[in-house]
């Protein structure tokens, strides 16, 4: 079950138009964060370490509506905090369907189960289940027993009704890609469309978290994780951003292309810093200096950071703004696909097959 081809056209189509009619700054997601309280306490999640005040509060439909009329972007990502305690979002879902976008619903699955009764499954909509790996890994960095197997049968149950359904795992300093590998074979076996895998991010208010990657040790790391992977492996994401987390690829943040709103408004510059928020988008756009920020600033809270929300974007308009982006990620594709079916080979031999590994047929 890939991504609709729908969804890639939208998204081809918004990207290509931009460029035509010579527009820059235009977003592809919106991170849309309905309320940050959560029913866990992961320690590497800075947002639920704000005031107790904002905790309190959340966005209304209207206000999400708004938001994401205002800033045009094809997807909206409605994260968190977790979206599920929010008392209207079956309606929230609803409108930014009906308004075309396509929604990925973030979540831990913790109320999964319970909240799919009131949620209609629809091409537009898509479930993006948190889970760091298996069981043992993502309940310790849940920081509570027993959510691994709640998320297992949520996604089961979403399936069964034919909910879209996509995982996202964020890797940090610890995590074993062996393991990481055979917890993406299982996944693959739900159902799921797609996997989705980010490296974490030192947020100041999670600065105790002593797991957070360095640029040098996350790119070794998802080498491990992605090379000689299987064909059954899905992703999405593109080839580029995948390539750029294991340093065959280079790319700048544009983190314009993934904007944040919150109850606090437009934040800025990105998801993972606030340096100050907006009351507009516009005002986003036009007072922000986006020179501060990404590797090449120098910005220290940039040096180290490869997350999809600054970099996804920027592989797309790779991918679609120049032949050589393109011309990679056919390449990058083709390359993978190969090596993956040589690993499958490889894999059925081990496992007494009569292929051998260079795909002849042994005795
Ligand atoms: S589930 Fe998500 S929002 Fe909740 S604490 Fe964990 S990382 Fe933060
Ligand atoms: S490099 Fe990372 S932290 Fe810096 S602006 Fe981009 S997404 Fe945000």
């Known amino acids: 079950m890939p991504v609709p081809l729908s969804q890639t056209w939208s998204v081809v189509r918004q990207v290509v138009g931009h460029a035509l009619r010579g527009e820059r700054q235009k977003p592809l997601v919106l ?9 866990l306490a992961c320690p590497g999640c800075g947002k639920i370490r704000q005031r107790a005040d904002l905790l309190q509060r ?14 045009g972007a094809p997807i909206v990502s409605i994260a968190g905090g977790e979206p599920l305690l929010h008392p ?18 973030c979540t831990n699955a913790v109320k999964l189960e319970a909240i799919l009764p009131a949620l209609r499954p629809h091409r537009r909509l898509v479930l993006s289940i948190h889970l760091d790996g ?28 034919g909910f879209r359904v996509a995982t996202n795992t964020t890797l940090f300093a ?16 739900l159902g799921v469309e797609g996997l989705m895998v980010s490296p974490g991010y030192a947020y100041d208010a999670a600065s105790g978290h002593a797991g957070f990657l360095t640029r040098e040790r996350t790119q070794q790391m998802f080498r491990q994780l992605l090379q000689r992977r299987p064909r059954t492996w899905r992703f999405n994401q593109t080839p580029l951003f995948l390539a750029f987390l294991q340093g065959a690829w280079e790319l700048e943040c544009t983190p314009w292309g993934t904007p944040t709103f919150s109850v606090q408004g437009w934040q800025r510059p990105c998801y993972l810093i606030a340096d100050g928020y907006c009351a507009t988008f516009q005002e986003l756009l036009q007072g922000t200096d986006w020179q501060r920020y990404g590797r090449t600033s120098g910005n220290p809270q940039c040096r180290d950071c490869m997350v999809h929300c600054g970099y996804e ?15 990679a990620t056919l390449k990058f594709a083709v390359q993978w696909s190969r090596r993956g079916s040589e690993r499958d080979r490889v894999q059925r031999h081990q496992a007494g097959g009569r292929e051998t590994p260079c795909g002849c047929v042994g005795s």
């Open 31 to 39: 991170m849309l964060e309905p309320l940050l309280r959560c029913n």
């Open 58 to 71: 959340q966005l209304t439909p209207a206000e999400c509506f708004a938001a994401a009329d205002e800033c």
């Open 88 to 105: 209207h979002l079956a309606e929230i879902v609803e409108g930014l369907v009906a308004r075309g976008r396509f929604v990925y619903l």
């Open 134 to 161: 298996p069981r043992e890994v993502h309940d310790a960095a849940v920081g509570r027993s027993g959510v691994y197997d709640i998320a297992m049968r949520a996604i089961r149950a979403a399936r069964v009704r």
């Open 174 to 189: 610890g995590s074993d890609p062996q393991l990481m590998r055979d917890h993406f074979d299982r996944v693959m076996t």
């Open 313 to 327: 974007p920027s592989a797309v308009r790779d991918t679609l703004g120049s032949l050589r982006g393109l011309w």
